[in-house]
Structures are given as structure tokens and as C-alpha cells.
């Protein structure tokens, strides 16, 4: 699995298990980034269907604004974190310690992690769609368009965020299906403390 596609410029094979009605209407920009800006914690198992149609599993933490954390089931080897506004990539193969970093700022993931979503900003949503029960959301950095888009599927009653398809400037694409997502949960700080887990996989 190639992790620099993965949040170079992001992040698990359709949407399933989603039984809400259709809409008649797209769920608004303003409920969809009230949504995302309440989502202080969360958790999910999630399916990663790569651009080569491999697939791989794990649990993701988010802990809004600015962290999120994805342990990936073996046989993987890669962990991936989003805390102190670095994006850290550890593929156990070939570096343990040592992990490749990358802005947040500079990923499409920053769109759902940044402290205050407003999708209805101008030039960030360059589509909104709905799909049956779902609604689709495809949202890039007006400032940085070269890093990137993030496709983002919702369903409603309550409105929640099921799967996301990364785009980046290469045109491949990740895929990210969610579980059930339990919110409000109390995680650790080191989940997405970066150093820490540098240090740790060190030994020191």
C-alpha cells in the first residue's frame, strides 16, 4: 500500500449497513459543518479500499480540533497520526522510528480536523450532491488546491459522516468507509502525541 498517497495529500468498498430514508433535499453546508464542529471526540473501526483495490482494516480516533490517529489491524504495520499540526506516517516495514511527516495543513484531512469547519466558506465546496439517503460533499483548500480534494458522505436523522475518498494532486484515490462511530469518549492525550510515540519506538 503506497502511505504517501494516503495523507500526502490526506486519511476506510461501498457505503454500507445505511438505512436512513431519502432526502429531499441535500443535508444544508450549515447543518453539515455544525455537525463537524460539534464532533469533539470519536472513534470507528474503518475498511481502507487503496487505489489499487487493496483493502485494509482498523480503528480511527479523532480528538477535534487538529488530532486523529489510525491503527491499522495486522498484518499491517502502520500507524498514522495527525496531532501538533503534523501528519506522521510509521510503516513498520521499513521505518519504525523513523515516521514520514507531513503538514496537516497541507492534507484534505485538515478540512474535517481544523477548529472551525464552515463548508458554505466561498470556493472550499465544489460540489454538493445527494444519493439517495446519501449526501455528498466534495471540499478542497481554496488556498491550496494543488494538494487535493476530500469527498465527504453523509447520511441524516441524525446527520453523521460515514466515508470519505481522498483525492491527491496525482488523481489516486483513498477510500475510507466508517463503522459505527461512538462519540464523546474520553481518549488520551498520547494517542496523538507524535514525539511520544517516536520516543517509544526508540526506546528511550
Known sequence: MDRRHFLAATAAAALTGVAAPAQAAPISLNEL?????????????????????????GRLYIQRPGRARFDYAEPEETLVMAGGGQVAIFDGKSNVATPETYPLAQTP???ILESNVDLARRNMVVGHREEGPKTIV??????????GQIELVFTGNPTQLR????TDQNGTETTVVLGDMTTGSSLRASLFNIPNEVRRRRGD
Open 138 to 147: 466534495t471540499a478542497q483548500d481554496p488556498e491550496r488546491p494543488e494538494i
Open 109 to 111: 484531512l485538515n478540512i
Open 33 to 57: 459543518s455544525r455537525y463537524l464542529n460539534a464532533l469533539g471526540s470519536a472513534e470507528a473501526d474503518f475498511t481502507q479500499i487503496n487505489n489499487d483495490g487493496t483493502i485494509s482494516t
Open 163 to 166: 466515508q470519505w475518498v481522498i
